[in-house]
Nanobody, 123 residues
Framework: QVQLVESGGGLVQAGGSLRLSCAASGNIFSINAMGWYRQAPGKQRELVAGITSGGVTNYADSVKGRFTISRDNAKNTVYLQMNSLKPEDTAVYYC?????????????????WGQGTQVTVSS
């Protein structure tokens, strides 16, 4: 019952930039961590960047210095600013959020994923 909706993917040339957004909605009590994952053809899904409720971030080594994750807690939204894009960044990007939600008068944990958005970087 917690849905994540992504936007911002597309086709961009190497060296360009994109900004991904993912908004969470539903019976949310609180959101703990949010993050972005990606899966390229023939590869396993990997964590790109994560951010805690307190704003602590972590990044995959391959994107450090190029990508920036941020969140707007008031909007239940996480962003991924991607600069200096490389062809190897081409993948389907998925957002993730976990936390607590209202359910039948009580609280339960949730761990939700977005539908994924395609990012293609051409050379």
């Amino acid at each position: 019952q917690v849905q994540l909706v992504e936007s911002g993917g597309g086709l961009v040339q190497a060296g360009g930039s994109l900004r991904l957004s993912c908004a969470a909605s539903g019976n949310i009590f609180s959101i703990n961590a949010m993050g972005w994952y990606r899966q390229a053809p023939g590869k396993q899904r990997e964590l790109v960047a994560g951010i805690t409720s307190g704003g602590v971030t972590n990044y995959a080594d391959s994107v450090k210095g190029r990508f920036t994750i941020s969140r707007d807690n008031a909007k239940n939204t996480v962003y991924l600013q991607m600069n200096s894009l490389k062809p190897e960044d081409t993948a389907v990007y998925y957002c993730n959020a976990d936390g607590l939600m209202f359910s039948s008068g009580t609280l339960r944990t949730f761990d939700s994923w977005g539908q994924g958005t395609q990012v293609t970087v051409s050379s």
